[in-house]
């Protein structure tokens, strides 16, 4: 076998698929597994060991990033082109929290589209390797960059009962 050897496994059933994903990451998969279905499932995902994402700290950053700008633009203006008015003071932060909070949304939500961008990896130009269409019609596919241990893969996508089991390569 060669070292870019897939494994597509196509599964009717929902727990057929999340079984086979847990036995693949206990043989040591863990980082070769995609999953493909019809809806975001979360059985899939706590199956695939995901987290919580990480894009919540960009928009933290950039909220907080955007309160900062919003209360320093005003106050750097207000310093350079000082206009005393009635005895009130050149510095009113009152007066600041409406920019600082419209900054803060829009800097939190830009920062949230780039994280989702970096962290997702997108565009993802390079086509995949191998799919099925009826993965958007109500199976679940499971499939698994085996390389060199493709044998293995097979005997545990097999114990499943897929009812479909391609191989492919990996360009």
Known sequence: MSDSTSLLASFDFLDDAVDAIKEL?????S???TTYAS???????HALG????PVRVFTLVGGLTGTATGFAFPSFASMDWPLVTGG???LSIPAYVIPAFELTVLFGALSTV???FILTR???????VIYDPEFS????GVLVRAGGRADEARTILQKYQPVELREGSDA
């Open 25 to 29: 990451r206990k043989a040591g998969f």
């Open 31 to 33: 980082d070769d597994l």
């Open 39 to 45: 809806y975001p499932d979360h059985d899939l995902e």
């Open 50 to 53: 995901y987290g919580q994402s």
């Open 88 to 90: 009130k003071p050149i």
């Open 114 to 116: 780039i994280g989702l």
């Open 122 to 128: 997108l565009p993802n130009t390079a086509p995949s």
């Open 137 to 140: 019609a109500g199976r679940y």
